[in-house]
């Protein structure tokens, strides 16, 4: 890398670039004097990395603002073309609606106001572009409010700027910034208050916190901005490096930012319905979500040296570094450590990064790069980050049983594969009293999920010994994850155990599928029934396909005609994944993964599996054990990802589609030229160009119709499938949620009654049931935390746990259908009336419905 561009990158870092110490004054002096000597020969590549950094280094941007300030007053074209391309990447991240780059280039913007470059009165039209926007869009009469989530979004990027510029704005242009904050108090006073219900983390933390959520995110971000103009914008968070070189930039020309506007909002559909705004509504949160959703796991002496803003300002710079260098993690860990602040910010790095690996309804990245960032932080701050990471981690699974049940799959899934990073080491008998809790306890039920967890990344020796110190905990452990063949031996049905050996030969002998059919159809079904030749078939191919995942494929791939023959429906195919269940019981993890791979290679349907899942025995561990709900979701996901491929290949097949259009059109012009063309033969006019030229015209045109043919064709094929895979999704959660209905209506009225939910307060979304998964309440005697639960109370410091098992029950498994409803909402909105109509009717138990309304974040009443 060239100098320069080390320079510009590493500024403001403990780099070798600048001597391995950090003076802002130095750094900028030493990168301004190299870029200055630089443009003459890479004036373009200069422009181009300068920018490149801003955008994706945004911690930085102070620094950067400064040198742009400096290098406005020696080549005010070179600003100028910086800000033009700016102007320009706004515009186009506003159109797209690329919300980290709109916030971002905004900061931009601001820190170059700071540096005399841009005019302060431009910025603040900027602003007002966005206000307008945001008040049309929430205005009843003339705007959309299903889409307050754009209004919001472009408030929080005003309201985010003014940590880097609302000194400045207020010391020049103080009559025009207040008319901004003037606008957005006006629009706070007509907006909807968005409620977390549905997104939450914690079931009740509209009970334990109940200052954080008697304002959403805007009015807390507002109140912080407003707290900091009255301490007369002073905080420790942001740089001002500008001000070092204040005497200087002073005599800078500022330039007027390029007109921006802002993307027309979504018709209205006439009259909308309670679906129709749901669905509206769901499509902009999706397109504008809200960055963070503060989880406060730490005590407030952890982090009560911080003013407001100064939290939220190194927030931004975290979630900017985890956004922009989610491709290097070492690189993103490093600069997670030396942000740019003269605070301890630990417990609110982890806070943070936890925020996002458990935020709802999913997190930006997948959850293995939050545990990778975690793993490198550890590393980079051994004597500090570990025990704020086992803070964390106790504070959660104090609180686990109101933790959301997707939140509590995935802290399940993070923890055992940090773990696995550190020899498994963890103070077990700090939890050895989960053993005194009920089964259904949810400590005692995480606990064991993460051993499990633990032991499919290792092995059940190695987690053995990693609980030495605790060996009660053994209880706790899966079993050994060997097979459970039906025939290992004589003992077992001889004539079962007969034909299970002859297949073994058979297959050793490798015999075709059509001969095995053939061999089943002629000696083993007559004779014996269509229930053992499955039983037989399938616990003998399993066996075989037992010693590795490889084996298992190559069974599956070489015989899985075999299985489709003998469960061509869904009762057999049902049969069929109970006898997976049965070779497999002492292994969810090989369970899982020959149930997803016979359902890949369509030996079993989505519905069959459903139907297993809510089987009777199975509907019974619920409550217990992970193992079913992680086959489901499986399934699910398989279908949605089958969709979401679908919706690709057919996007990609109309821009073919196009492409090949145009290339006919063109090669037929041609042709259609060339033949009308007049040219002289022996000296006699003739219709026609050269005859060789003529044949490849004509070839041509003619290989260019045929591709557009054949591309319009494989589009109408794709388009059919897609129309099917949408009626067999509609199909698929129809299934899921009778099925949940149904396993739930009986056991819900036994446990609550007829009982019905309290509204949250917000007009938007409703809570699952307050009074019975929101209530805390401190226990005067001991301190310790307390939650209601019906008639029931956990303790959550000991190991109590009173909560009973049919209560525990309902309360986890409306827990999952709020899940499934988030997580899968985009699928679902679709087919909500279908839904409301079959499934949501008035004989439905108001837990239940409510438990969907929370997931899709669809108010009851409208």
């Known amino acids: 890398m060239s100098s320069w561009r080390s320079l510009i990158l590493r500024i403001g870092e403990k780099s070798p670039e600048y001597g391995g110490t950090i003076d802002y004054k130095d750094h900028i002096d030493a990168c301004f004097g190299v870029v200055r000597r630089e443009l003459e020969h890479s004036e373009d590549e200069i422009l181009t990395f300068l920018l490149q950094c801003s955008e994706q280094l945004p911690h930085k941007i102070p620094l950067y603002g400064t040198v742009i300030g400096l290098l406005n007053l020696e080549n005010e074209e070179l600003v100028k073309k910086i800000l033009e391309s700016t102007q320009k990447s706004l515009q186009d991240a506003l159109d797209s609606g690329d919300c980290n780059k709109i916030r971002v280039l905004m900061r931009f913007l601001t820190v170059l106001m700071c540096s005399k470059v841009v005019q302060p009165s431009s910025l603040v039209v900027v602003f007002e572009t966005l206000l307008s926007s945001a008040a049309t869009i929430v205005d009843d009469e003339k705007g959309n409010p299903s889409w307050q ?489 398989k279908t949605y990802n089958r969709i979401s491929d679908l919706r690709k290949e057919i996007s990609h097949l109309k821009k073919s589609v196009i492409t090949a259009e145009q290339s006919a059109a063109k090669a037929k012009a041609e042709l259609d030229a060339a033949e009308t063309k007049l040219m002289l033969v022996d000296g006699e006019p003739v219709v026609g160009e050269n005859p060789a030229r003529m044949k490849r015209l004509k070839s041509t045109a003619a290989k260019t119709k045929e591709e557009e043919v054949s591309t319009r064709e494989s589009l109408e094929s794709k388009e059919a499938l897609f129309a099917r895979a949408l009626e067999e999704n509609e199909a698929l959660f129809l299934s899921l949620y009778k099925n949940f209905s149904s396993v739930l209506m009986d056991r819900l009225h036994e446990t609550f009654g007829e009982k019905t939910l309290e509204p949250t307060g917000d007009s938007e979304a409703m809570a699952v049931d307050e009074e019975d998964t929101s209530a805390m309440e401190m226990d005067k005697e001991n301190g310790s935390s307390k939650r209601n639960v019906g008639n029931s109370k956990i303790n959550m410091g000991g190991t109590e746990y009173v909560v009973e098992e049919k209560e525990q029950w309902c309360l986890s498994t409306l827990g999952y259908v709020k899940a499934f409803s988030r997580q899968y909402a985009s699928e679902i909105w679709p087919h909500m009336d279908k839904l409301e109509e079959e499934v949501l009717t008035e004989s439905v138990h108001p837990l239940f419905r409510n438990a969907v309304y929370s997931g899709l974040r669809l108010h009851i009443g409208q």
């Open 149 to 637: 989530a754009r209004a919001d979004f472009y408030i929080t990027c005003i309201l985010s700027c003014l940590p880097w510029g609302g000194s400045e704005l207020g010391e020049q242009i103080p009559e025009e910034i207040e008319r901004v904050m003037v606008g957005i108090e006006a629009y706070l006073s007509i907006r909807r208050r968005v409620s977390d219900v549905g997104l939450s983390v914690f079931e009740d933390i509209n009970k334990i916190d109940k200052v954080h959520v008697e304002q959403d995110f805007v009015e807390d971000l507002w109140s912080r901005i407003q707290d900091l103009s009255k301490n007369s914008w002073k905080l420790e968070s942001v740089p001002r490096p500008h001000l070092l070189y204040e005497a200087q930039l002073v005599a800078g020309k500022s330039h007027d930012i390029g007109p921006i506007s802002c993307p027309e909002q979504p018709d209205i559909p006439g009259e909308l319905s309670g679906v129709d705004f749901g669905r509206q509504k769901h499509e902009a949160e999706l397109k504008y979500p809200q960055r963070i959703r503060r989880l406060n796991i730490f005590s407030a002496s952890k982090t009560e040296d911080l003013q407001p803003i100064d939290r939220f300002v190194v927030e931004e710079y975290l979630l900017d570094v985890l956004f922009f260098l989610n491709g290097c993690r070492k690189e993103c860990a490093a600069c997670m450590v030396g942000l740019p602040v003269p605070f301890r910010y630990e417990y609110l790095m982890a806070e943070t990064i936890f925020s996002q690996l458990l935020l709802l309804p999913q997190p930006p990245f997948k959850p293995i790069y939050y545990t990778l960032v975690i793993i490198d932080l550890c590393k980079s701050l051994p004597g500090a980050f570990p025990a704020v990471v086992a803070g964390a981690v106790r504070a959660l699974f104090d609180r686990i049983s109101e933790l959301d049940m997707e939140c509590r799959t995935r802290l399940i899934l993070w923890f055992s594969h940090h773990l696995s990073n550190f020899q498994f080491i963890w103070p077990w008998e700090e939890w050895a009293y989960v053993l005194e809790l009920p089964k259904w306890a949810p400590q005692r039920v995480f606990v064991q999920e993460v051993l499990d967890r633990e032991v499919r990344l290792s092995y059940w020796d190695k987690v053995k010994q990693s609980i030495e110190n605790t060996p009660a905990l053994e209880e706790l452990l899966p079993p050994k994850g060997v097979p459970d063949f039906r025939y290992g031996s004589e003992d077992e049905d001889k004539t079962e155990y007969t034909l299970s050996t002859e297949l073994n030969g058979m297959v050793k002998g490798r015999k075709t599928a059509r001969d095995v059919i053939t061999w089943l159809e002629e000696s083993v079904i007559p004779v014996n029934g269509l229930d053992v030749a499955l039983r037989v078939v399938v616990q003998t191919l399993l066996d075989i396909g037992s010693k590795s995942f490889t084996h298992l494929i190559t069974v599956l791939e070489r015989y899985g005609q075999v299985i489709a023959r003998i469960c061509p429906d869904e009762e057999t195919q049902i049969t069929l994944i109970a006898e997976v269940g049965s070779f497999w019981k002492n292994s969810a993890q090989s369970t899982a993964i020959t149930i997803d791979r016979m359902m890949g290679y369509r030996l079993i349907s989505n519905l069959a599996i459903i139907k297993w899942v809510f089987s009777p025995p199975n509907v019974e561990l619920f409550h217990i054990t992970d193992r079913l709900w992680e086959i489901l979701r499986n399934a699910l996901n």
